[in-house]
């Protein structure tokens, strides 16, 4: 499988995605993908015990593993969003 359809299914079934960035390894609730402005594709999402978005360059991703663990997305809701 591509990593864009890994991704999506893990978006489409609400299950935490794990992969490795760089050196490090990260458990994420992937929200949506996006076409950057320079035509590269991201993964934005939550990662474990953060509470903020996260951007992460698909490209720069590896070792991609879906995850039996399934997640509730959060909405933010803050004056700076409305």
């Keep these: 499988m591509v990593k ?3 991704l999506s299914m893990a978006i489409r079934d609400q299950v935490k995605v794990r992969f490795l ?3 490090n390894e990260v458990v994420l609730d992937p929200y949506f993908i996006l076409f950057e402005e320079d035509g590269t594709k991201a993964i934005y999402g939550m ?3 953060s509470d903020d978005l ?3 360059s698909c490209g720069k991703m590896a070792n991609i593993k879906l995850l039996e663990l399934h997640f509730q997305p959060i ?3 803050s004056p700076s969003y409305n």
């Design 21 to 23: 960035y760089g050196f």
């Design 47 to 49: 990662s474990s015990g």
């Design 75 to 77: 909405v933010p809701v």
């Design 54 to 56: 996260r951007r992460f």
């Design 4 to 6: 864009s359809e890994i």
